[in-house]
């Protein structure tokens, strides 16, 4: 229910002719009396507006529960990542896979392995949309072959996401033998170990509360 002053604030704009009139909720409730088809169709255009608001509010809240290894590899050594999976695809496939650009494309086709969800190129941002996934807890291990020869536009990405699985403990291979360790770490089941506090870590988020309540 709308206060008088909140009626006149109102400001609504229409997408195409049409007439309006200005009632009082005792007005409205007797119309609606006297009007029982208008009276239902009433109730169903609210009742499909509350749906489409519930429905946008889950989509705002939605939490993905799901975590991936995720699959990078530069454009020297995306044969040597197909290499990788074919060989460990009796252990890749028992996770949901999250791969960058082209190599998400070469996965499937080479390998047979399907992926859960793809981003973009690594230097079109798809090494951030990895480290953003690994902020939210969405990833367990990354597995990167990086061309250690070659220099790479997207540096400061690439250092970013080195950076974000030191600060939040995510296993980084660069190469196949650290890669299949991995892959066995977390098979293993990582969920059930203990892992070693970050120390870092713990005295930056003392330093960052000593300066909100100072503030």
Request: glycine share 6%; hydrophobic share 40%.
């Amino acid at each position: 229910m709308f206060s008088e002053r909140s009626i006149h604030d109102l400001n609504v704009q229409a997408l195409e002719d049409s007439i309006t009139a200005r009632l009082t909720c005792h007005d409205f409730h007797n119309f609606l009396q006297k009007n029982q088809t208008l009276a239902l169709k009433s109730q169903e255009f609210f009742n499909e507006i509350s749906k489409v608001c519930k429905e946008q509010i889950a989509g705002e809240s939605f939490v993905n529960k799901k975590i991936y290894p995720a699959l990078i590899a530069h454009n020297n050594m995306k044969s040597s990542l197909m290499e990788f999976c074919s060989m460990q695809s009796n252990k890749l496939e028992q996770f949901p896979l999250i791969s960058t650009g082209t190599t998400g494309s070469l996965l499937f086709k080479k390998t047979g392995l399907m992926l859960s969800r793809k981003v973009a190129s690594g230097p079109l941002r798809g090494d951030q949309a990895v480290g953003t996934m690994i902020s939210t807890k969405n990833i367990c291990g990354v597995i990167f072959f990086r061309d250690p020869l070659s220099a790479h536009p997207h540096r400061a990405d690439i250092e970013a996401l080195r950076r974000l699985c030191d600060v939040d403990q995510i296993p980084l291979a660069t190469n196949p033998q650290s890669g299949e360790a991995i892959l066995d770490y977390l098979l293993l089941g990582k969920g059930e170990r203990e892992l070693i506090p970050n120390h870092v870590l713990e005295v930056h988020r003392q330093g960052q509360s000593k300066v909100v309540e100072a503030s």
